[in-house]
Nanobody, 115 residues
Framework: QVQLVESGGGLVQAGGSLRLSCAPS????????MGWYRQAPGKQRELVAT???????NYADSMKGRFTISRDNAKNTVYLQMNSLKPEDTAVYYC?????????WGQGTQVTVSS
């Protein structure tokens, strides 16, 4: 079992920035992909961005240019730098990790953007 620990959420004004972090609670080998998803109230969970162990990134179109995902493979930590935040970015952000063929989720961290 893999537990993912997220941090960095909070309340920010529109136009502001936040940086999310996520790491497993213990050292894990064979994490092939890590990423972030989000879920707003009344909506389905959606992709934000993912990054492979080789550094290949994938972003949802609405996040391109504003959000940047990065990863420290030595620490198995993934980061999400969010700039130019909008009220519609308000959601619970979930960390995701794929270990071999298994997927794991964090408990989520709330991001609230006020107008």
């Amino acid at each position: 079992q893999v537990q993912l620990v997220e941090s960095g959420g909070g309340l920010v004004q529109a136009g502001g920035s936040l940086r999310l972090s996520c790491a497993p609670s213990r050292n894990i080998f064979s994490i092939v992909l890590m990423g972030w998803y989000r879920q707003a109230p009344g909506k389905q969970r959606e992709l934000v961005a993912t990054i492979t162990s080789g550094g290949t990134t994938n972003y949802a179109d609405s996040m391109k240019g504003r959000f940047t995902i990065s990863r420290d493979n030595a620490k198995n930590t993934v980061y999400l730098q969010m700039n130019s935040l909008k009220p519609e970015d308000t959601a619970v952000y979930y960390c995701y990790a794929r270990v071999q063929i298994y997927g794991y989720w964090g408990q989520g961290t709330q991001v609230t953007v006020s107008s």
